[in-house]
């Protein structure tokens, strides 16, 4: 029979687990906002991922309508921030992604097709693969840090 001996509690598990859950969360957040990202591949160019990184030309001329926004001032996409999670012993963990001006929604949700000038969806997408690999990294990172604490004894 196999023993386990080990220097730590299951609380103080739950906290290393609630760490890294933290920390993959407002990776997360910061990549819908907008943030340059290492290649997947671990070479090449870093990649811009993230809402601030869907907008495209300059304006005037207007963006087409069903396209991202045109540039003006860069003030909306400037606008866009996140409010990072922090480490709570319990209850969800949650971090904000947001823009604080007043026009940002009302121009990604037009109903007037006119109007409609759609890119929190597209931002929110090219952020997807970025949080996908985060996640996936978290499980050998968990493993690495039991390991270091847990060792059988026969």
Do not use: C, W
């Amino acid at each position: 029979m196999t023993r386990v001996q080990h220097n730590f509690s299951g609380r103080q598990a739950g906290s290393i687990l609630r760490d890294e859950i933290v920390a993959v969360v407002n990776y997360a957040a910061g990549a819908i906002s907008g943030a340059q990202i290492p290649p997947q591949s671990g070479i090449g160019p870093p990649q811009n991922v993230g809402i601030k990184t869907v907008f495209r030309g300059k304006s005037p001329p207007p963006s087409a309508p069903g396209g991202p926004p045109a540039v003006r001032t860069g003030m909306l996409r400037d606008s866009f921030g996140i409010v990072l999670a922090k480490k709570t012993k319990k209850g969800p963990v949650i971090a904000v992604v947001g823009s604080d001006t007043k026009y940002a929604r009302p121009l990604d949700q037009a109903k007037d097709p006119k109007r409609r000038r759609p890119f929190m969806q597209a931002g929110i997408d090219s952020a997807q693969p970025s949080i996908k690999q985060r996640i996936a990294r978290m499980r050998p990172r968990l493993d690495r840090v039991f390991k270091q604490k847990v060792r059988a004894v026969v």
